[in-house]
């Protein structure tokens, strides 16, 4: 329910918005990114070492950020750059969906590792989420779609968060390996996301102090949490 409500809240925004202005998702973008990398660093990768060991953790730790990569490719290819607003936001839903699923991997092992991990995971996530939401709506916005049904299509997006997290659940609870293994194929998701999505895009919709000191407040609060969760 936590990482839905950020797409929600995202879906919100492009609908009464309409265009928030790109400082404004750059800085939502960067704080993401840092609170990420934060809880990437000193939580999830210290943890799957300790379950699975340095050489596996390397291992799942390299074919989770293989993994995404591979996915990412396949729909950036599949990108519009017609009028055909539709047609955009229906490629962006996709996508979205397909990515969700490995976040929902990230909370469902999160919470076996431990509750407070799988709350902080959920947090993070649904802040991600929030210009996801954003990318969704704007273009049914602009095909002036009803506000029900852009709502409603959001919803459906983020679906494949909860699945994953019921994936994440099953696989991660057959052993303390195996769950060192999700972890450490979690971290390798999570750090393409951050290096390879977050943050450049967070550069490219606003170039300024305001992106660099919004991923530093997210990677210094992420640093808190992982101290007092």
């Not at 329910?1 to 265009?19: D, P, Q, Y």
């Not at 730790?61 to 990108?79: A, E, H, P, Q, R």
């Amino acid at each position: 329910m936590i990482s839905l409500i950020g797409t929600m809240i995202g879906a919100s925004i492009g609908i009464f918005i309409r265009k928030p202005s790109k400082r404004l998702l750059g800085a939502i973008m960067g704080f993401a990114g840092g609170l990420m990398l934060s809880v990437i660093v000193f939580d999830l990768i210290p943890e799957a070492v300790h379950k699975g060991g340095l050489l596996n953790t390397l291992i799942f730790y390299t074919i989770g950020i293989l993994s995404v990569m591979f996915l990412d490719n396949v729909f950036s290819s599949k990108k519009s750059s017609n009028g055909n607003y539709i047609k955009v936001a229906f490629i962006t839903a996709l996508g979205l969906m397909f990515h969700n699923l490995p976040e929902g991997i990230i909370m469902g092992v999160g919470f076996l590792a431990g509750e407070n991990l799988g709350i902080k995971m959920s947090l993070i996530i649904a802040i991600h989420d929030i210009p996801e939401g954003i990318a969704v709506t704007a273009p049914l916005m602009a095909s002036n779609v009803k506000v029900n049904k852009i709502l409603l299509y959001a919803f459906i997006t983020a679906i494949p968060t909860a699945l994953g997290a019921a994936f994440g659940v099953i696989a991660g609870s057959i052993s303390n390996e195996i769950l060192g293994y999700c972890l450490a194929l979690a971290s390798g998701i999570m750090m393409y996301v951050v290096f390879a999505e977050l943050i450049p895009e967070s550069n490219k919709l606003w170039r300024g102090n305001t992106n660099t000191l919004s991923i530093l407040i997210g990677l210094t609060l992420g640093f808190i949490m992982v101290s007092l969760m």
